[in-house]
């Protein structure tokens, strides 16, 4: 057996003429400098971060009023008798923000403390397919603006049919069994609990 050297040669020429030459880099006229974009990702963080935060804090302010209206046969009269109300602290407004900078979350009875509406603000575009603005939840835990189209969790049951059932318009699984409210209710399945709807 013969072996063979194979050998390799390489060369070239390089060309470092124009290496340490200036570059001029134009800047669009409507450039944003890293900080500038960094910042208002985190606006919009925080945003939907305090957006959150007044959700949950609306949603166990309709909780409590239930509970009152439960025990007492009467939701509250107005914040006084709402137990804790002054702990809800309404999250400070961002820079820019669409809600006024003095606006509080706000609580009242209505039709002789039959019924009652808790106002709050949302932020920028807004969360859970509520625009941003000033916002109402009523009896019932529902949006004031909502329709028999509204459906908050997207379970497939309108926040108007999740409050005749007694589920919760922001679990898409309400009794935790793995279906979502909805299947349930089209099979004809209680959503809030095992067995069947009544026929």
Known sequence: MVKKDIGMNISGSFNYKSINEGVVIDIPENAESLFDIVNKQLEG???????AKR????KQLATMAELHYANYGA???DESELEEFEKFDNPENSENSICPDDFV???RSLNEQQDYEI???LEGEGSRNLPGG???IITGGI???ATNQTDTDGDGLSDIDE???GTDIYVKDTDGDGYSDGDEVKNGYNPNGGGKLAE
């Open 134 to 136: 000033i916002q109402t």
């Open 105 to 107: 979350y706000s609580y």
């Open 119 to 121: 106002t709050f603000c």
């Open 163 to 165: 409050v005749t059932y």
């Open 55 to 58: 959700l949950s804090d609306v």
């Open 45 to 51: 963080s925080r945003m939907e971060a305090k957006n």
């Open 75 to 77: 939701y509250p009269l």
């Open 143 to 145: 949006f004031a603006g």
